[in-house]
C-alpha cells in the first residue's frame, strides 16, 4: 500500500474538483446557500404572507339576524372582519374566495338566548382555505366572548361562583433540559439532513470520476500509469468522501447560522419559526459532532457504493440513471428514521442507514446507548468495507472498465 | 525490448459468443528499431498494444517488456512504458504542465528530478508558451504535444503508440511521426499500430501484419515486397488479408 501514489491521485482530483463548476455548485453552493434561501427564505415568506392574512379584514355576509339587533351590532364593530350586503349567490361567493364566510344567525336568536334556549349560529366557509378559516375563527372568538358573558350571566343571576363550570385547572410544564427538547424535535431531521446531503455530496463526484473520466477518454490515460488500481481507486474515493462529508458538514453550519439569523431578526416579534429556530441552537456541538461521527461510516458506505455503481456506466448521463433511483433507496430508511413510534431496536440498527438514522435522533437528546453506538457503528462500516471492496474489485474487471 | 510470446486475448459476446481479438500472436521488437502493426479496423492492433501497455491482461500467452513479464509485474513493465494514443485523452481541468507533473509523480520521480524533466521537456518540445494554459483550453496541437510530454515525462525505454495520427490533420500528424522518429534514434524500442501504408512505409523497420487477431506476415518491407511479388505496401496488405477476410465475411 502506498500512501504517497494515493495522496498523488487524491490530490490532482482534488485540484480538478475544486476547478470544476458543477462539483463546486453541489458541494458547496448548494448547502451554504441554497438551503438558507428555502428553509429561512421560505420561512420568513412563509410567516409574512399568514401574518398578514392574520391583519387583513376578510369580507363576510350575515344571513338573518335582522330580530337580533345586539348581535348584529356587536358583528358590525368588529374590526377584524368587514361585513359586507349579503347576495342570494353567497354560496358562490364563498367558492370563488370573494367573500371568505358567511354566517347565518337563526331567526329570533337573542330571544332564545335570553330565554335560555338552545340555538344554533352557522359559519359556512371553504375549508382548507387559510384565509376563510381565519374569517371562521374570528366569528368563532366573537360568539365564544358572547357564550362566556352570557354564562356569566347566568352564574351570577344564580348566584354560583364560576368553578361551578369549571371545577379545576390544567397545567403543562416541560422537565426536559433546552437540549433534550430541541433534540427531541430535531433529531429526526438532523440525522436525516446529514445522510442525505452526504449521498448527493457523494453523487456528482462518484459519477465524474468513473462514467465522467471513461466518457473523457482519460481512463485509458491513467490506466498506462504505474500506479495499481488499488491505489487509483483509493484516490478517488478519498475525493469522493471529501465531498461527501464537505456537503453535509456545510448544510449543518448553514443550518445553523441560517437560524441563529432567523431568531434575532423574529425572536422579538415571537412566532413558531422563531421558537423553532432557537430551540435548533440550544442542540449542542457534542450532538451535532457525535452525529458527524456516525456519519462518517455512512459517507464511506455511500461514496464506495455509488463509485461501484457509476463506474458500470459508459457515460456521465448513463452514470446518473442508475443513480438516481439510489436516492429513494437511502431516503425511504431515512425518513422512516423520523417517524413517529418508530424506536432503535437491535433488529433495526442492522438495516443500513435505518439504524444510523434512529441512532442519530437519540445521539441528538444526548441519549448515548453504547451498545446500540457499538452495533450500528460496527455494522456500518462492515457494510462501508464490503462496498469499498467491491469498488476496488470492480476497478480491476476489464469488462467494466472497457464496457462496449 | 518487447517479445510478445503466444499472446491471445478472447471476448465474450452474449450473441457471438467467444470472440479472439488476438489469437496466439508472437513477435519480437528491439532498441532503435520501428515495429509496425498494420491492420484494418477490428483486426486486433488495439488489444494487442493495450496488452503490451498492461491495460489489458491476456487470456493466454504473455509478453515481456524491459525484462518484465506483462502478467506477473504489469506495474514495473508500466514504469518502463510510455504508451499514446489517440484515445488517451488529458485531464481537461488540469494545466498541461499539472498533467506532466502528475504523470511523472505518478511514475515515482522525486520533485526536483520531476521539475528537471518538465523543464527540459517543456523546452524541446516548444511548449512553455502554454504551460500555465489548462488542457481543455488547448489546441489539438498543443493537446498532442503535453500528450507526448505525459508519455516522455520518466524517459521510458520502449514506446507504445496505438494509431497515433488517427483524425489528425496532417502538421499534428507530423509532430508526432517526427516525435516516433526521434524515440528511434534516441535508442528507444518502438511499437506503433496503424492503418496507414505511407505512416508504415515511412517510418517502420519491421512490419506486422495482423487481420483476425492473427498475425499473417512479419517482415522488413524489401522481405515483404520479395516474398508477395509486389512493390506497393497496399498491394502486399490486400494480398495478405483477403483469404482470411473472405473468409470471416463468410462466417
Known sequence: MSLRNIGIVYRKELTEALRDRRTLISTIVVPLFLFPVLSVGFGALAISLVGKAKQESPKVMIIGGEDSPGVMDGIRKLKTIEVVPTQPNWKDQVIDKKVRAVLEIPSGFQASVSAQQSATVNIYNYQGELKSELAVDKIEKYFKNYQDSVVKERLAAKNLPETVLKPFEIKQENVAPAEKVSGAAFGGIIGYMVILLCMTGAMYPAMDLTAGEKERGTMETILSSPISRMHLVLGKFLLVLTAALATAALSVLSMGLSFSVLSHYTGKSGGGNAAAAGLFLKLGPKAVMSVFLMAIPVAVLFSATLMTIALFAKTYKEAQSYLTPMTFVVIIPAVAAMLPGVELTSRLSLVPVLGVSLLCKELVTGTYHWNYIAIIFSSTCLYASVALFLAIKMFQRESVLFRS | ?251
Request: glycine residues 8%.
Open chain 2, 1 to 251: 525490448m518487447i517479445e510478445a510470446r503466444g499472446l491471445s486475448k478472447y471476448f465474450h459476446d452474449k450473441k457471438r459468443g467467444e470472440i479472439r481479438a488476438v489469437d496466439n500472436v508472437s513477435f519480437s521488437c528491439l532498441p532503435g528499431k520501428i515495429y509496425g502493426l498494420l491492420g484494418a479496423n477490428g483486426a486486433g492492433k488495439t488489444t494487442t498494444l493495450r496488452m503490451l501497455a498492461t491495460i489489458l491482461e491476456p487470456t493466454e500467452g504473455t509478453a515481456v517488456v524491459c525484462g518484465y513479464d506483462v502478467v506477473e509485474a504489469p506495474e514495473k513493465v508500466r514504469a518502463h512504458v510510455g504508451f499514446l494514443s489517440t484515445a488517451t485523452a488529458l485531464y481537461p481541468r488540469l494545466t498541461s504542465q499539472e498533467m506532466v507533473e502528475y504523470f511523472g509523480r505518478l511514475n515515482g520521480l522525486d520533485e526536483t528530478t520531476l521539475k528537471k524533466r518538465v523543464d527540459e521537456i517543456f523546452n524541446r518540445l516548444d511548449m512553455n508558451g502554454f504551460r500555465d494554459r489548462r488542457c481543455d483550453k488547448l489546441s489539438t496541437g498543443m493537446k498532442q504535444k503535453t500528450s507526448i510530454a505525459r508519455t516522455l515525462v520518466h524517459d521510458p525505454p520502449v514506446m507504445i503508440f496505438d494509431e497515433p495520427t488517427n483524425g489528425l490533420d496532417i502538421m499534428t500528424a507530423r509532430t508526432i511521426t517526427g516525435f516516433i522518429r526521434e524515440c528511434r534514434n534516441n535508442g528507444k524500442t518502438v511499437i506503433f499500430s496503424t492503418h496507414i501504408m505511407s505512416e508504415v512505409e515511412k517510418l517502420c523497420d519491421t512490419i506486422g501484419i495482423i487481420q483476425s487477431g492473427k498475425l499473417l506476415a512479419e517482415g522488413t518491407l524489401p522481405q515483404l515486397r520479395e516474398k508477395y511479388s509486389e512493390r506497393d505496401l497496399e498491394e502486399i496488405f490486400v494480398k495478405v488479408v483477403t483469404p482470411h477476410y473472405v473468409a470471416e465475411e463468410a462466417r
